[in-house]
């Protein structure tokens, strides 16, 4: 389709195990953008690209958290060595770019820690 | 850096009432505002946005909201509700100096038949 493509829409591992969650934003966004929303909460910024720039990491929680772009399109945010309070919605979004341009969401990823 | 309150958290209104959802924000620069809604088991859909011009912007859905500088607000409002409105809205700030979006909490309207 042609909106921002989230997989896998739901992923339930042990914890300690590393997990790698795929965005595949709209064809020609140079924006791409990492959230993670906790159930009643709005969503939290974890990290953005322009391009495969990562402009801004200062929402990631701690260094098990990493993401990359490395061809400007598909973008993986990885979490190393999970615990059970990295379960949440993880949700990406991407844009036009630049802050009047509406970003446009995925359906997330729900992450599941046991 | 920018910010979003939404003081209410839910909003209960019966069909075909008027409803209103408020968000203030703060800022010390221009802002971006808009307003997402979020149906149960999906991603964000964009309701409206105000970028500059006027204060009164309409949305998608019978839904419109208006930028107060002077009260930091931009709250939502629909003359009349359907049962199909029942969602989790969020408000959100960005502005002209980056990329970054601010969301608030939410609010959850459910519309009572």
Redesign the interface.
């Known amino acids: 389709g042609a909106g921002?493509s989230q997989s896998p829409r739901y992923k339930v591992t042990k914890r300690g195990q590393d997990v790698a969650l795929r965005c595949d934003p709209i064809s020609g966004h140079v924006?791409l953008?990492w959230?993670r929303q906790a159930l009643?909460?709005?969503?939290?910024?974890l990290t953005?690209f322009?391009y495969e720039a990562q402009?801004?990491k200062s929402g990631l929680p701690n260094d098990r958290f990493s993401a990359e772009r490395p061809e400007g399109s598909i973008s993986t945010l990885t979490i190393q060595r999970t615990e059970q309070r990295d379960s949440a919605m993880y949700?990406c979004?991407s844009?036009l770019?630049?802050?009047?341009q509406?970003?446009?969401?995925?359906?997330?990823t729900r992450l599941s820690i046991l | 850096a920018q910010s979003?309150t939404?003081l209410d958290?839910q909003v209960p209104v019966f069909e075909e009432a008027p409803v209103e959802l408020r968000c203030n924000y703060s800022s010390s620069v221009s802002v971006?505002l808009?307003w997402?809604v979020q149906y149960p088991?999906?991603?964000?859909?964009?309701l409206l946005?105000y970028?500059s011009g006027s204060t009164l912007v309409k949305g998608i859905n019978g839904f419109e909201a208006e930028f107060n500088k002077s009260q930091t607000s931009f709250h939502l409002r629909k003359p009349s509700v359907h049962i199909s409105d029942t969602a989790e809205y969020?408000c959100?700030v960005?502005?002209?100096?980056?990329?970054?979006?601010?969301?608030?909490?939410?609010t959850s309207l459910t519309v009572i038949p």
């Open positions: 921002v924006s953008y959230y009643g909460q709005g969503p939290e910024f953005y322009n402009q801004d949700r979004a844009s770019g630049g802050g009047n509406p970003q446009h969401f995925g359906d997330g | 979003v939404q958290s971006y808009f997402y088991n999906q991603g964000l859909q964009l946005k970028l969020f959100a960005s502005s002209n100096t980056g990329n970054q979006f601010y969301f608030g909490t939410g």
